[in-house]
């Protein structure tokens, strides 16, 4: 009798450990399912990295100081009142989370301005490829660094009314070191974004401007008085996260190569909760413009920046 009821508790105890299993394999797998982006071993950018601008083109003093004070205001958080939340650099938090689930759990990334140039005599014409967008980056120091080129309203660029920016890598020599060192060349990152006022502005300066497809909405009216500019800070924005997190292709991404979803396309068109096709979300409103924002930056700025997919949520955060 006892050898039975001993075997009958061994059976209990072992179907209860098999449930436990199968339950949490299935967790698991749940968990692996829910997270949109995988990470695929590479490296990320941490340390302290500098942003250096290269101006191509024609750009105002105003135009420029749009896109300085929101580099700044990534590290440099804004007083904490409640007039000045949120902030560029509590939206850009978000980007801790994916260095706490990467082998590099405690590092950090921290942005500053770096050096800025200007080519205001397009040096190399004003129909660009893709080659030049690189060139043109490689003028930038490559050590430690994100290489922003910014082309103005009247450049062409290759491809620009499919895409609104893009970011890659370069390889510099031995003597212009840059971040990571791969084989005989080092690499070194860096983004394109153009002025789309009049080249495609339903579609890279949106919701500022008519969409071209889609519910016709009436635009919002951009925080810096400025279509174009305030669209490329939507369109950088979104490319230094994804610059972060997947500098040279083997880091955060969901999808094939060319059309990868990233920290802040993996939420496209979502800038406020409740924000739906068409709709760019609940924002704020300025009091006295009128115009549409989400975060505060340097120097009085108010900027639009996109959702950011949280890796520890599976979800799109917004600002507001």
């Known amino acids: 009798m006892a050898t039975f009821f001993s075997s009958h508790c061994l059976l209990k105890l072992f179907f209860l450990i098999s449930l436990f299993k199968l339950s949490l394999a299935a967790r698991r797998l749940n968990e692996e399912q829910n997270q949109l982006l995988h990470y695929h071993n590479g490296p990320l950018l941490y340390g302290k990295i500098a942003v250096n601008l290269i101006w191509y083109g024609q750009f105002k003093p105003s135009q420029k100081a749009i896109v300085t004070d ?46 800025q140039i200007v080519d205001e005599k397009y040096s190399l014409g004003k129909s660009l490829t893709s080659k030049n967008l690189v060139e043109l980056a490689s003028k ?14 009247d450049v062409a660029v290759e491809g620009f009314c499919m895409r609104c920016g893009t970011h890659g890598s370069g390889s510099g020599s031995g003597s212009s070191p840059g971040v990571v060192k791969g ?23 949106w919701p500022f401007h008519q969409p071209i497809y889609g519910p016709q909405n009436p635009p919002l009216i951009p925080p810096n008085n400025d279509v174009g500019l305030d669209g490329m800070i939507i369109n950088l924005a979104s490319l230094m996260a994804g610059t972060a997190t997947n500098p040279f292709g083997n880091g955060y991404f969901q999808g094939s190569a060319g059309a990868e979803l990233e920290a802040a396309s993996a939420c496209p068109g979502v800038y406020g909760k409740g924000a739906y096709p068409g709709y760019a979300g609940d924002l704020l409103i300025d009091s006295t413009t009128g115009a549409s924002y989400n975060v505060n930056g340097a120097n009085g700025r108010k900027y639009l920046v996109p959702a950011l997919y949280d890796p520890s949520t599976s979800s799109c955060s917004t600002p507001v």
């Open 70 to 115: 929101f580099i700044t205001s990534l590290s440099s958080p804004s007083p904490a009142s409640q007039n000045n939340q949120p902030s560029v650099a509590a939206w850009w938090k978000t980007m801790e989370k994916y260095y706490q689930q990467s082998p590099k759990k405690g590092a950090s990334l921290y942005l500053w301005l770096g050096d």
């Open 140 to 153: 930038g120091g490559q050590r430690n660094a994100i290489n922003v080129v910014l082309t103005s309203a």
């Open 183 to 205: 084989g005989k060349n080092y690499k070194f990152a860096y983004i394109w974004v153009g002025n789309s006022e009049t080249q495609c502005p339903g579609q890279c300066a």
